[in-house]
C-alpha cells in the first residue's frame, strides 16, 4: 500500500476488555515495529518483527500484550484485560530491510486507545 | 537502559526567530535519527546521523551528531508557521531504538 496503515483508528474499551489492534505495513517491508506513546511522550518501543518472527519483545510491558504477525505481513496487537493505564496511541512502524537506525521507519497513524 | 533527553520540553517563538533542540543521551549511539510529529499526527521521519561530528542540512533545518556520538541537535533558522509541531530525536544503541520525550514548538505569526 501507499502507506503504513492502523485499525481501528479509535478504540475505546471498558477495563477488563481484550482488544485487538492492526497494522498493515507498508508491501514488502521486512522489518515491522510497535511503539506505545502515552499523551506529551515520546514513543516507546513495544516489539520487533522481521518477518514473521519476533526477534524483541522486550518492550512489552506486561504478558497482558501479545504480538503476532504470522504470515510476515500484517501485525495484530494484542491486549487482554485492559487497565486504564493502558491508555495511549499505539503507533506501528515498517521499515524495507534493517533494524533501527539502518533504515528508515515510516509509522501508521496509530490507534488511539482509551480504557475506562 | 538507555534514555535519551531532550530539552527544551516546549518552546514558543513568533515567526522568523530561530529555534533549537539538543537532545543527549546517557549512552553511545550508532545513529541519531530525528522525527516531526503535527498535533494530531504521526512521527515522520526527517533525517538519519551515523559518523562522530555529522552536520546535515535540509533547507532550513540543520541537525549535528556530536563527536562523542552521546548528542545532537536541530537547529530552525528563521522558524515558519509550517514549523509548528513536536520535535523528537531517537537513538539506537545496541538493539532498539530509544524515543526522547520531544520538544514542542509553537509558531506565532
Known amino acids: 500500500g501507499a502507506g503504513v496503515s492502523q485499525s481501528p483508528r479509535y478504540k475505546v474499551a471498558k477495563r477488563g476488555q481484550d482488544v485487538a489492534l492492526r497494522c498493515d505495513p507498508i508491501?514488502?517491508?521486512?522489518?515491522l515495529f510497535w511503539y506505545q506513546q502515552a499523551l506529551g511522550q515520546g514513543p516507546e518501543f513495544l516489539t520487533y518483527?522481521?518477518?514473521?518472527?519476533?526477534?524483541?519483545k522486550s518492550g512489552l510491558p506486561s504478558d497482558r500484550f501479545f504480538a503476532e504477525r504470522p504470515e510476515g505481513s500484517v501485525s495484530t496487537l494484542k491486549i487482554q484485560r485492559t487497565q486504564q493505564e493502558d491508555s495511549a496511541v499505539y503507533l506501528c512502524?515498517?521499515?524495507?530491510?534493517?533494524?533501527?537506525?539502518?533504515?528508515?521507519?515510516?509509522f501508521g497513524p496509530g490507534t488511539r486507545l482509551t480504557v475506562l | 537502559g538507555q534514555q535519551v533527553m531532550q530539552i527544551p520540553q516546549y518552546q514558543h517563538v513568533q515567526e522568523g526567530e530561530d529555534f533549537t533542540t539538543y537532545c543527549n543521551s546517557s549512552?553511545?549511539?550508532?545513529?541519531i535519527q530525528w522525527y516531526k510529529q503535527r498535533p494530531g499526527g504521526h512521527p515522520v521521519f526527517l533525517i538519519q546521523?551515523?559518523?562522530?561530528?555529522e552536520v546535515k542540512k535540509q533547507k532550513r533545518l540543520t541537525f549535528q551528531f556530536g563527536e562523542a556520538k552521546k548528542n545532537s541537535s536541530l537547529h530552525i533558522t528563521a522558524t515558519q508557521t509550517t514549523d509548528v509541531g513536536t520535535y523528537f530525536c531517537?537513538?539506537?544503541?545496541?538493539?532498539?531504538?530509544?524515543f526522547g520525550k520531544g520538544t514542542m514548538l509553537l509558531v506565532s505569526p
Open positions: 512502524a515498517s521499515s524495507l530491510v534493517g533494524r533501527g537506525g539502518r533504515d528508515t521507519q515510516y
Open positions: 508491501s514488502g517491508h521486512v522489518s
Open positions: 518483527f522481521q518477518n514473521e518472527a519476533q526477534l524483541d
Open positions: 549512552t553511545t549511539l550508532s545513529n
Open positions: 546521523l551515523v559518523k562522530s561530528g
Open positions: 531517537a537513538g539506537e544503541g545496541y538493539s532498539t531504538l530509544t
